[in-house]
């Protein structure tokens, strides 16, 4: 979180949403119009707070592929890797991710 704000990217070209729950997500989900979430860029941590659901679940299941990044401290994690190659699905090393360029237009 801030990361965006932190270089003075704001919201007129895109809205930037914080979400920290698979719930979360699915509130937001439901207040979209169906345009809104085709042109939707996700980015998603592994882990969503205390949900057993992860960013992966989000990503596969909610017609988020090919427009998604999983960014996550188990980068390493074989199983990570797996199911992030098996679904074309960007890999980003959480502790990268303040210095790598990200984008997404």
Do not use: Y
Not at 74 to 80: C, G
Request: hydrophobic share 40%; with cysteine; charged share 30%.
């Amino acid at each position: 979180k801030g990361r965006f704000e932190k270089f003075g990217i704001s919201g007129d070209r895109f809205q930037i949403v914080h979400l920290f729950s698979f719930e979360d997500f699915e509130d937001w989900r439901r207040r979209q119009m169906p345009d809104a979430l085709k042109t939707s860029f996700l980015l998603s941590d592994l882990e969503l707070g205390d949900s057993e659901r992860t960013g992966l679940t989000i990503i596969e299941e909610s017609g988020f592929l090919g427009r998604a990044m999983l960014i996550t401290n188990a980068f390493d994690a074989e199983h990570v890797i797996a199911s992030c190659r098996r679904l074309s699905i960007p890999l980003l090393p959480k502790p990268d991710l303040l210095t790598t360029p990200i984008s997404i237009f």
